[in-house]
């Protein structure tokens, strides 16, 4: 039977589906909408862009041939107006209608812009999530534009901050009083704070814009701040409103069970746009991560096309490295916290139940993966060396039957 | 320059075989193994030459029939006073030769045919034929001079330094008559040749004429000296002729059993061998099997009533059988067949390891 | 497929493997003059403690997590090798917190570090495994 | 079942020892071999004088002889019980692991050589009357108890302990022994040593007949060694 | 005290241009020769310690090491060597019995250097071992005397139980304790792989390693360790041991150091204890104590196996050896006074004792006089180095060879002779634990088996070159052999001409 797929979305959960469809089905089509215009690329890797890490020819995800060599209809540019789940219709924004047998839809997620008062008034205002968002900021700075203010000093106002910095004059504000706030703990950010002040970055924390008149921000406490450019980062939300209006169950984002499938029959959902289950906690969350989006995306095409796949593994986790310094949180940060640290190297695991629940590392992040599988696996504790685990990552902890298992492949 | 005499040292040497046989038992001239011999003159040097006839002393057959050599007359004194001390001479001669200017140096041969003193073989507490062997072996050992080159009933070995023709012309072989001929050319690399080495080598009515070199010679010389046998001429005949009587004659062995010892099939042919025959032949090898030979070799045995022939197991020596009527044929090359019996009812080159055996009563086997 | 396999039982702590795996990524004849005095980055690590000792490298998982979760597309499956492209990996260390057995490890030049079994080098196969002097690494196929 | 040993093979009782159901008297025993060997679950009555090495090896069986016994009775005993209503000859219970050996009478020389215990396995040989020299040389574990009963002097011959490194012995005497090695501890068992061996002795005064009070008219001097190791000096590595 | 400093006997030379630090050496060495002091920054070593066993020298991934006999030398006197001088300083230090391991060191006539073997040419041919068959299984055992028949003629079987290998050569006894487990699986699982047999030595036989019994000698010595029913039932045959070549007259001796857990169980005594075996059986002081022993063995095992005794070469062993053969053994094994031992007194080990060559030659001589020599299969041990020792050992008599030394070094032994202190850095005479790992029994039984298996090409090479294709037409077939260099004594007692005759 030739089955037509369509996938809304051009990112890491679509690339995910449709390597996913094309291991079990050759020769249904398949139909990509993206807005964007660009072939798909890594979205995290516009920070790397501006910081000249990443050529422009490098910040894409697959090979030029992907699309070719994976037999899709790839149609850039072209928003999605509309889903019809009863027809299982589709129709974009040039008013063009398109059947499907399987839709996915993968639209990613958003920027949150705040409405500040006299924003409007605000020139050279941009948000720092597209590739489009790198290439503008880059345009701006070189051409003399060096005052940046970034409001947010989350994932995406840091690592912004970092792409430009060596270019520019870069101040940071958060409404928090710590930096990482959605990926850190408080002991952790101290250090990462400290680290990024370090490196010229202006960090104003626990001070909150009031407003803009002008390229001049107003700060709740009184001071004032000029600047060239904004670069708003003050999160992301799913794009789920596609799905809403068609009728589908959202809540902050499109609502999936571990098989990646909407409440609409034939209609998977993956990436940043949905809401699924957190592992570590057991509970519905938002993880808009790369390397989620990948696997529910891979999950969805899988049983798009008929192959059964369970994704269940969904945690937050970040891998990040700014300004030299290694970052990498895992997981929700409850429970017990066994603190590890050695002055810089800092080592904070939070665990409750006999089960690691998240663990922050920051400089040496050796072996990490062993943590977050303990996560993932919900290893029992008791069943393993914890206290050896936490120093020195490895399998040592877990014994023999585990390690023939997995270093000897005897079952 | 002191010359060691044949006995003193290992030796070494390729031949040619021939036998006759009548398997009805009907006796015919000598002549006609002459004949054969003739044939195969490239196989010999004229360093030895001899023949085993049975059925040849049919008015004697009741009694061992001792064809000696003496090297002199003290020799033949003192040989005379021990088999006169252990045994009957019932009769007593020269064997008669004719002179040849081919064979020379000949010794004094002598003929006796003898039945052990009643008395002395009750003092022996042994069997009739084993009080014969030693007292053959007694002679052989320590009568300085004197050689018994046989000593088996109603048969006789005649053997010489020559050409197996001219040996047979110097015995005037064609003057007897018998069931059963075999004959042996010599071709030794290393000797100047003695008369007492030259086949056929015999054991009472055992007489062993063979072509080949054995390799596993002192193994086997070693064990079965264990049991009494003397090697006294360090040839692999005699060590043959030995084996054959310790498992034939002691051992109470088969001939067939006695071949699958002497030459026994590979242990890969054995293993894939029906279960009791697998058994037995494991039971005869590792019971014997220092008796295994190995090297090449075929042989004709000579036996009261019949003969056997045997090739080495991988069949290194050549050796063919034919067959008319009732005569049997056996020689290393067809030729010395053909020449005597061209018209054959049946000729085979016999497998390595297998018991050619014909008898008198039984025939083929 | 042929995967490196490490029989613990058998291992020593000779850190053997880690210098033969070091020495072959970097292409030179001679182990002496290749890793004087420099500090071994291998793509096999022994971790040792009490008596117990073993080696581990990349298991070459048929689903492997850091392929997936690997932000660049760096690392892909080639012929059943997870294999890095070092040229895009621009060292975020996603699949080092995404490895089970922490397998990959970061590298001097920015990018990551994992045992491509030889594949990448003048060896042809894993240089540990020649190397190991007890049979304690294996490179055969044994379901996984 | 009942074998007439004379004239019969070793083999022949062996296998009639096997072949029987559980219990077996041997009569007519005139120094045939080996009775026994390797047996398990058998009970075997010997009237006569059973040949060398009885119950070699023995498994579990018991073996009762009635009369004298001759040498090497329970050689690399594992397991069983041989009991000798009479005398036994040298090396009983050589290397012997488990098990009990009960001697009536005396015993020769080299008894209990080198008998070793391990586990639960913890062999016994109890001499009613006095034994050989070489008592208990090497005794690496397991229990010997001599009586010498109807002996008035120390009831072993010299060399008592020769190179023992583990097990004990009870000597009854009425004089301490002397002339022991260095390496074995001697003293007169006290009330809680003796009460180790109680058991035994009134187990094995029963099989004899012999009244218990006769046995405690006198010390009894418990031997043990003072190193499981007792030549770790002697060497130097070269 | 300083007056008994010796200078090692051994450098270890770094190439410091090649080391690279990585410490494998450290690791690798049980006698703590290396080290890298953090502060010094490169590796050092104390070759004090060093036994010269090559361990440090293998692994060294850049060969960046070597051992070399140190020329600190005392003042040249043919008389008192170093060596004399350097032990009488140990004894004077210590009042200990110097105790030494592996085989003889000493420079006494090795008579298997001195013999060498036919060929074939034009009379005889030679046989080529590639394209014919070449036969080397051998079955050990007594012979029958007798030729039995049933009504039918038919033969019955009167062959005693036999031995049956695919080549004449076994491993010699070793005991677990004196060898680790992994050695000792090596040996079983090589054994069965080859179709011959090894031997449990004197501690006797793991159970784990119970599943090899038909490729298991199990041996009976004076401490009868681990003997029972039920390990005397699981070989194939069973082997008293009166006496070893290394130490012959001297008993055993495993240091309650070594007997931990397994071994422990293995030899059914408790941990830590002494294992002492004394020098004689205290149940064999005669010849006729000994059939005594053969026959309750026998007994023991239903006449099922075949007995061997093992005896050690000494200066009357033709006569002891006839005494065996009719003592009711089967076989008879000689150890020559080059066999090796995990610890023996020095004195002894180089001074008790003849050569296998002329012990195996008379013994051989002596049973065939006496018409006995089929009683008894006999297998010659102590020293044999190569396939051609093995063919000489044959042609003098021997129907089998026993390897111990040979086999150990297939193992990776590098005969620093230092198995007694325990540590031995190869994993096969130690028994502890991160050193026994170092022998993983799937190397050692590969090298095992090509170590035979070559032998067993040379062998049928020199067999295929004699004329000869059944190892049996070789045994005791002294017309394959000639002396070099032998005097007119030497010859008549192996029974072998000179080269030229």
């Given amino acids: 039977m030739h089955r037509k797929y369509v ?209 001049k921000a107003e700060l709740a406490d009184g001071s004032r701040i000029d600047f060239d450019v904004l670069v708003i980062a003050s999160g992301v939300r799913p794009c789920a409103s596609l799905f809403k209006n068609a009728g589908g169950l959202t809540g902050k984002g499109i609502i999936i069970d571990d098989h990646c499938r909407t409440s609409a029959e034939n209609v998977f959902a993956a990436g940043d746009c949905v809401e699924s289950v957190d592992m570590s906690t057991g509970k519905y969350k938002v993880m808009a991560l790369l390397p989620n989006a990948y696997m529910q995306g891979e999950c969805a095409g899988s049983n798009m096309s008929d192959t059964e796949c369970v994704f269940n593994k969904a945690i937050p986790m970040n891998a990040l490295t700014l300004f030299g310094l290694h970052i990498l949180t895992t997981g929700s940060y409850t429970g017990e916290v066994s603190d590890d640290s050695e002055g810089n190297d800092i080592r904070r695991f939070y665990h409750s139940d006999n089960r690691l629940n998240g663990y922050i590392l920051i400089n040496n992040i050796d072996k990490a993966g062993i943590y977050t599988s303990m996560i993932r696996d919900r290893v029992p504790l008791d069943t393993i060396d914890f206290g050896l685990v936490r120093k020195a990552p490895g399998l040592m902890a877990f014994g023999r039957v585990y390690r023939d298992k997995t270093l000897g492949g005897k079952s | 320059m002191y010359e060691l005499r044949e006995g003193e040292f290992r030796n070494i040497s390729g031949c040619a075989i021939s036998g006759i046989f009548s398997r009805s038992g009907n006796r015919f001239s000598g002549r006609r193994i002459i004949d054969s011999m003739k044939v195969m003159h490239e196989r010999s040097n004229g360093l030895g030459g001899g023949f085993a006839a049975y059925g040849i002393y049919p008015e004697y057959k009741e009694f061992y029939a001792l064809h000696v050599f003496y090297d002199d007359t003290q020799a033949r004194k003192d040989c005379e006073s021990f088999i006169d001390a252990h045994f009957d001479i019932i009769n007593l001669s020269r064997i008669p030769t004719r002179k040849t200017p081919a064979i020379t140096d000949e010794p004094l041969i002598w003929r006796y045919f003898v039945a052990p003193l009643p008395t002395r073989l009750a003092e022996s507490q042994l069997d009739e034929k084993e009080y014969t062997v030693r007292c053959v072996f007694a002679i ?226 | 497929m042929k995967r490196v396999y490490v029989n613990e039982e058998w291992c020593l702590g000779c850190h053997l493997c880690e210098y033969y795996c070091a020495f072959a990524q970097t292409n030179e004849n001679d182990i002496a003059r290749a890793l004087k005095d420099k500090v071994i980055k291998p793509g096999i690590r022994v971790e040792e403690h009490n008596g117990i000792c073993f080696a581990v490298s990349c298991r070459h998982c048929e689903e492997p997590l850091c392929a997936k979760s690997c932000i660049t597309g760096a690392l892909t499956v080639v012929s059943g090798i997870v294999s890095v492209d070092t040229e895009k990996c621009i060292g975020c260390y996603t699949c080092i917190l995404n490895c089970p057995y922490g397998a990959i490890s970061p590298s001097e030049k920015g990018a990551i570090l994992k045992c491509q079994l030889c594949s990448d080098n003048t060896h042809g196969s894993p240089a540990c495994v020649k190397g190991c002097p007890n049979k304690a690494i294996v490179f055969e196929e044994r379901g996984l | 079942m009942m074998i007439r040993a004379k004239g019969l093979s070793t083999r022949e009782i062996n296998s009639a020892i096997s072949a029987a159901e559980n219990k077996i008297d041997i009569v007519d025993c005139f120094g045939e071999r080996f009775i026994g060997c390797g047996s398990s679950g058998r009970r075997i009555n010997i009237t006569g004088t059973p040949g060398n090495a009885l119950g070699a090896y023995l498994d579990g069986s018991e073996i009762i002889v009635k009369g004298n016994a001759q040498d090497a009775v329970g050689d690399t005993m594992n397991d069983g019980m041989i009991t000798i209503y009479g005398n036994a000859g040298d090396a009983l219970g050589y290397a012997m692991r488990g098990g009990r050996i009960f001697v009536r009478d005396d015993s020769g020389y080299r008894t209990g050589i080198h008998m070793k215990e391990y586990g639960d396995k913890k062999p016994v040989i109890v001499v009613g009357g006095r034994c050989g020299s070489f008592l208990g040389e090497y005794l690496a574990g397991g229990l010997i108890i001599v009586l010498g009963i109807g002996c008035n002097t120390f009831p072993a011959g010299f060399f008592t302990g020769t190179g023992m490194h583990g097990g004990s012995m009870f000597i009854r005497s009425a004089v301490p022994p002397a002339g022991l090695p260095e390496q074995v501890i001697v003293k007169q068992a006290n009330q809680s040593e003796m009460s180790l061996i109680k058991d035994i002795l009134k187990e094995f005064c029963s099989y004899f007949d012999i009244s218990a009070d006769t046995i405690y008219d006198r010390p009894f001097y418990m031997l043990t060694s003072n190193s499981k190791n007792p030549y770790k000096q002697l060497y130097t590595e070269n | ?291 005594q022993l053969v026959f309750s063995l026998k007994e023991a095992t239903e006449y099922q196996k075949p007995v061997i005794v093992k005896i050690a070469a000494v200066h009357n062993v033709s006569a002891i050896a006839s005494g065996i053969a009719r003592s009711g053994a089967d076989i ?150 000639r002396g070099t260099g032998l005097n007119e004594r030497e010859l008549e007692i192996l029974g072998i001409k000179h080269a030229g005759e």
Avoid at chain 2, 200 to 226: T, W
Wanted: net charge negative; hydrophobic share 35%.
């Fill in chain 5, 1 to 291: 005290m300083p007056v008994d400093y010796l200078y090692p006997e051994y450098e270890v030379i770094r190439n410091y241009d090649r080391c690279i630090n990585c410490r494998v050496c450290e690791r690798q060495c049980a006698n703590e020769v290396h080290e890298f002091p953090e502060n010094a920054g490169k590796m050092v070593c104390d070759s004090s310690k060093c036994v010269n066993c090559h361990r440090c020298v293998a692994l060294c991934p850049t060969k960046a090491l070597k051992i070399v006999k140190s020329d600190h030398t005392f003042k040249h006197n043919a008389n008192w060597s170093g060596k004399a001088i350097t032990e009488i300083y140990k004894q004077a230090g210590t009042g200990g019995v110097l105790l030494s391991s592996m085989g003889n060191p000493e420079n006494y006539p090795i008579y298997f250097d001195k013999m060498l073997i036919n060929a074939s040419q034009v009379t005889n041919p030679s046989i080529d071992p590639l394209r014919e068959p070449m036969e080397t299984r051998t079955y050990l055992g007594s012979k029958p005397k007798e030729i039995r028949r049933d009504q039918d003629g038919r033969l019955i079987n009167t062959l005693p139980p036999q031995i049956k290998l695919s080549m004449p050569i076994m491993f010699s006894a070793m005991s677990y304790g004196s060898i680790s487990y992994n050695a000792h699986e090596s040996l079983a699982r090589a054994a069965q792989e080859l179709g011959i047999l090894y031997n449990t030595g004197e501690g006797g036989l793991h159970e784990s390693l119970y599943k090899y019994g038909q490729n298991t000698i199990v041996q009976v010595a004076s401490g009868r360790f681990g003997v029972h029913k039920e390990y005397l039932g699981s070989g194939a045959a069973i082997e008293i041991k009166m006496g070893q070549g290394a130490k012959p007259g001297i008993g055993g001796h495993l240091p309650g150091t070594k007997i931990g857990g397994d071994i422990s169980r293995t030899r059914m005594i408790p941990e830590g204890s002494d294992a002492i075996s004394p020098a004689p059986h205290h149940d064999i002081y005669s010849i006729e104590d000994l059939r």
């Fill in chain 2, 140 to 365: 052989n050992t320590s009568i300085k001079g004197a050689y018994v080159v046989s000593g088996g009933k109603n048969m006789g070995v005649f053997k010489a330094v020559g050409y197996p023709e001219d040996v047979g012309e110097f015995y005037k072989l064609e003057e007897y008559e018998g069931y059963c001929f075999t004959a042996h050319g010599r071709y030794p690399t290393n000797t100047p040749g003695w008369w007492g080495g030259a086949h056929p080598f015999s054991l009472l009515d055992h007489s062993v004429v063979h072509n080949g070199e054995i390799s596993s010679y002192d193994a086997n010389r070693r064990a079965i000296e264990m049991y009494g046998y003397k090697c006294t001429l360090q040839t692999d005949t005699e060590v043959i002729t030995y084996i054959i009587d310790f498992l034939h004659r002691r051992k109470g062995l088969s001939f067939k059993e006695v071949c699958s010892v002497m030459a026994a099939p590979f242990w890969s042919t054995i293993e894939a061998m029906p279960e009791d025959d697998r058994n037995e032949l494991i039971y005869l090898r590792s019971t014997f099997s220092s008796q295994l030979i190995t090297g090449p070799f075929s042989i004709i045995v000579g036996f009261e009533g019949g003969i056997m022939a045997l090739n080495d197991r991988l069949k290194l020596r050549s050796m063919v059988v034919g067959e008319k009527d009732e005569m049997v044929y056996i020689a290393s090359e067809e030729a010395a067949i053909r020449v005597i019996q061209n018209d054959l009812d049946r000729i085979r080159a016999p497998k390595g390891g297998e018991c050619v055996m014909f008898t008198v009563d039984k025939g083929d086997e």
């Fill in chain 5, 332 to 481: 008879i094994a000689i150890d020559g006074f080059r066999g090796g031992t995990g610890a023996a007194p020095t004195r002894i080990r180089d001074n008790v004792g003849i050569p296998i060559e002329l012990a195996l030659a008379s013994v051989d001589s002596r049973l065939r006089s006496e018409g006995i020599r089929d009683n008894v299969s006999i297998i010659a041990a102590g020293s044999i180095r190569s396939s051609s020792d093995i063919v000489k050992a044959i042609a003098l008599g021997a129907d089998c060879i026993y390897i111990g030394t040979s086999a150990l070094l297939a193992l990776g032994c590098h005969l620093c002779r230092s198995c007694q202190t325990g540590k031995c850095n190869w994993g096969i005479a130690t028994q502890r634990e991160d050193l026994v790992k170092r022998l993983n029994p799937e190397i050692g039984t590969v090298r095992l088996v090509n170590l035979l298996t070559a032998w067993q090409h040379e062998i049928k090479e020199m067999m295929g070159g004699m004329g000869i294709n059944s190892i049996e037409s070789l045994r005791g077939n002294r017309s394959m052999l």
């Fill in chain 1, 7 to 215: 996938i809304i979305g051009n990112s890491a959960a679509a690339v995910g589906a449709v390597e996913a469809i094309r291991r079990n089905d050759r020769n249904g089509s398949i139909v990509i909408f993206s807005k964007e215009s660009q072939s798909t690329y890594s979205r995290p890797l516009i920070s790397y862009y501006n910081q000249g890490k990443v050529g422009r020819e490098s910040i894409y995800f697959r090979p030029d041939d992907f699309y070719e060599k994976n037999d899709c209809d790839f149609r850039p540019g072209t928003s999605v107006f509309k889903i019809d789940i009863h027809s299982c219709t589709i129709t974009t924004d040039s008013g063009s209608d398109e059947k499907y047998d399987r839709l996915l839809i993968a639209t990613g997620s958003e920027p949150v812009v705040p409405p500040f008062p006299g924003l409007d008034t605000v020139s050279n205002v941009r948000t720092y999530t597209s590739f489009d968002d790198a290439l503008a900021l880059e345009e701006l700075i070189s051409s003399g534009l060096s005052r940046v203010l970034i409001v947010g000093a989350g994932l995406i106002g840091l690592k912004c901050a970092e792409g430009i910095s060596k270019k520019a004059d870069v101040t940071c504000v958060d409404l928090s009083d710590k930096v990482l706030s959605s990926i850190l703990d408080d002991v952790s950010s101290d250090l990462i704070s400290d680290h990024i002040r370090s490196n010229g970055i202006k960090l104003v924390l626990g001070n909150a814009v009031k407003a803009f008149s002008g390229n």
